[in-house]
């Protein structure tokens, strides 16, 4: 199927892939006055009496605002905010299908931080939480923790922390299946922006311990010329200082995670790994090394971002149960606890019976995700104290 031509065509047909439906019934002038005016004073009075009325006399309690100022599209890059539109409108459909959010898609037309940051805060008391997409590295790890300091709603970057999450539930169960532990193997991550610093910092969360980041220029290492992210990454990381290209790191290696180019990872580079290795290439559309191949030089366990291959790791597993779970509970933060919650939460889907090679992750159509999810966001919401209801 040509489903770039196809998609095309389906656009044209929907004209956008979400709407907004009403509520509230209109159709008598006492329900339009209960609705609309006079009546609708009475709760606004409420909210401006106690701004926390806010979640309980409106929908905010249930919206979250998708935003990106459109430089780093899927795989396209800086295509501007405009043509980013389609992809927003597709996760706010995926929060809609996958967790019953209410999800508005937001294309800002700047690349300046501070106006960013400004913007979003702004806006922020009409939603009950930020999502954050597509937007360049290194900034967009700055405008997370600056939104993350003045907001009281929680502020996710779905392309760091998402795709940490589910890389950490496949992680999991793939050292199941290898017969290995976390904390044992060393694992190397290839791509040093916003998506494999995240998934370091949280598989350094989730208890590994020897962790080799890869960029363009070979093994992170401290006193190279990087930016903040990555030379926190360093300082964390590669505690030998060894330095090399991908290739020697990988020598020996349990473990490759890729978030980076296609193509890039050889047979030789695979065969040259540990025994039982886990390999994870999930470069799309185009994965480093092809999944047959990794399997036939040796990898054990293969999974990709692709959903023609077993083992896809997609953040559609993820992000609208852990907003989900954190809206139920009002929180004020969706916050590490949360986020190492949800890993464990998607890798117990996949029971002892089932689990195998070939099946590491539930399906992202499996209705227990969602739930489960969000179940398990929420209680770590709870025990780390940023709850409110």
């Known amino acids: 199927m040509d489903y770039g031509k196809i998609s095309l065509e389906k ?36 909210i401006q009496k106690d701004y926390s009325k806010s979640f309980d006399l409106t929908r905010r309690w249930n919206t979250v605002a998708v935003i990106t100022d459109g430089t780093a599209i899927l795989g396209l890059g800086d295509i501007g905010p405009e043509a980013g539109m389609p992809v927003m409108e597709g996760k706010c459909a995926l929060f809609k299908a996958f967790g019953g959010v209410d999800a508005v898609p937001l294309c800002i037309r700047s690349k300046d931080v501070d106006e960013l940051v400004r913007t979003i805060w702004l806006i922020s008391g009409s939603f009950g939480g930020i999502n954050l997409e597509d937007i360049a590295a ?20 779905d392309d760091q922390h998402g795709t940490a999450i589910v890389v950490g539930a496949a992680l999991l169960n793939a050292l199941r299946v290898a017969g290995k532990e976390i904390g044992e193997v060393r694992a190397v991550i290839n791509g040093a ?9 949280h598989l350094m969360g989730l208890g590994l311990r020897h962790l080799k980041m890869v960029d363009r220029c070979g093994i992170l290492c401290e006193g190279a010329d990087m930016n903040l992210a990555q030379a926190e990454m360093a300082r964390l990381t590669n505690p030998e200082r060894f330095s090399g290209k991908l290739a020697d790191a990988l020598c020996g290696a349990d473990v490759f995670i890729g978030v980076s180019a296609p193509h890039i990872v050889s047979r030789e580079m695979i065969a040259s790994m540990a025994e039982r290795a886990i390999v994870f290439p999930m470069a799309n559309p185009v994965p480093e090394i092809e999944p047959e191949e990794a399997k036939a030089a040796g990898a054990l366990v293969v999974g990709t971002g692709r959903s023609d291959h077993p083992n896809q790791i997609n953040n559609v597993l993820c992000f609208p149960g852990l907003f989900r779970g954190a809206l139920d509970v009002r929180a ?24 195998s090679a070939e099946y590491i992750l539930p399906r992202a159509f499996d209705p227990r995700v969602g739930p489960t999810v969000a179940a398990a966001v929420a209680g770590a919401a709870r025990e780390s104290g940023v709850a409110r209801i």
Do not use: Q
């Open 138 to 157: 290194p900034r967009c790890f700055e405008i997370e923790r600056r939104l993350k300091e003045c907001c009281d709603i929680p502020v996710f970057h």
């Open 11 to 46: 656009h044209a047909e929907w004209r956008g892939k979400i709407e907004i439906a009403t509520r509230a019934p209109l159709d008598s002038a006492e329900a339009l006055s209960l609705a609309y005016t006079p009546g609708v004073a009475a709760p606004c009075l409420e």
């Open 193 to 201: 922006g916003s998506a494999g610093i995240a998934i370091g910092r």
């Open 332 to 355: 004020s933060d969706i916050n590490e606890p949360m986020r190492r919650a949800a890993s464990h939460a998607l890798a117990g889907l996949v029971s002892a019976e089932e689990l």
